[in-house]
């Protein structure tokens, strides 16, 4: 499936730390309807079957539910809210989302505690409300793909966080590795951990999830980490499609990734994954080097 990530808006709820859109909410301005409209129907003209609504924060668009209402009449047969989950907790919100024709509802949580949470979003009252949310739309019988980011300060509760997940019934997980863009960048010294410091913890969440019956990802972490774990590495399932941002529009938000955004380094042509894999975002290995990354060799690894 090829997919476009419209950016609605850049206003929020949340002041979270690891923001990658930075400071755009002061000063990119909200999508209107018709800008929306014409780039809903140009991305049908082009065959393109999945839209995700991001920003900033969608739900604080005034127009959310008309963007949702267009793109199932025009025929998008995948249509996701990515959102920090708050208006989740409005089951009244959440029904006319539904009715709308939203097909996947994509709250964030960041931690199993309000203390967690609430440490990295800044908003009071958030955890309990994305925690409603996540139950309001399973009521609903709505399918439920959670975010994470994972920082210094949540890794330790990944475990607990998937058992949490599990609990209140979400289809699907991902952990992403933050990403040094934005306030993360700012704020990189106290945010970001090693990769494998990290990653017992997120592999321990991801046996629970995937005991569990849940789809489960790791975003950010490259294969040569992920050793009997590649069948969750994110890269692999993340549509194809191009991203409209606040003042410019990106053709394929992949090819920037693999191009522009992430970087392998000349040994990783020795290893087993080199065309498969992406490498980490850039601004890792210029913080931490590249002693973590080992090239698998060939005949090592899954392949799924
Ligand atoms: S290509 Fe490089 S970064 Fe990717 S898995 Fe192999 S060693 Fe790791």
């Known amino acids: 499936m090829k997919r476009i990530d419209i950016k609605i808006g850049f206003e929020c709820n949340n002041l979270c730390d690891f923001c990658a859109q930075g400071h755009k909410r002061d000063s990119a301005a909200r999508k209107t309807p018709a800008q929306i409209r014409a780039l809903l129907d140009d991305a049908r003209r082009r065959g393109i079957d999945g839209v995700v609504f991001t920003g900033g924060e969608p739900t604080m668009h005034p127009w959310l539910l008309g963007a949702v209402r267009h793109a199932a009449k025009t025929g998008f047969s995948a249509i996701q809210v990515q959102t920090n989950g708050r ?9 006319r989302l539904k009715a709308a024709g939203v097909t996947e509802m994509g709250p964030s949580l960041h931690g199993a505690t309000a203390a967690v949470h609430e440490g990295l979003t800044k908003a009071p009252g958030s955890f309990a409300q994305v925690v409603k949310g996540i ?72 046996d ?21 774990y590649e069948d969750c590495v994110a890269e692999r399932i993340i549509p194809e499609g191009p991203v409209s941002d606040a003042d410019f529009y990106l053709e394929s938000y992949g090819d920037y990734r693999r191009d522009q955004g992430k970087t392998k380094r000349a040994g990783c042509r020795r290893c087993r994954w080199f065309s498969e894999c992406e490498g980490p975002w850039k601004e890792y290995p210029e913080l931490y080097g590249w002693d973590e990354f080992r090239p698998v060799p060939a005949g090592k690894g899954r392949r799924r």
């Open 87 to 95: 208006r989740f907790a409005y089951p009244d919100y959440c029904r």
């Open 135 to 206: 139950a309001n739309c399973k009521a609903l019988g709505l399918y439920v793909l959670t975010n994470t980011v994972v920082t210094s300060r949540n890794y330790k509760d990944m475990p607990a966080l998937a058992r949490l997940l599990v609990r209140l019934g979400a289809d699907q997980f991902q952990l992403a590795f933050v990403h040094m863009v934005g306030t993360a960048w700012e704020k990189r010294r106290e945010l970001v951990p090693r990769k494998t410091d990290a990653l017992p913890y997120m592999k321990e969440a991801l």
């Open 208 to 228: 629970i999830g995937r005991a569990a019956g849940l789809l489960c990802h790791t975003e950010a972490v490259p294969f040569c980490l992920m050793a009997g």
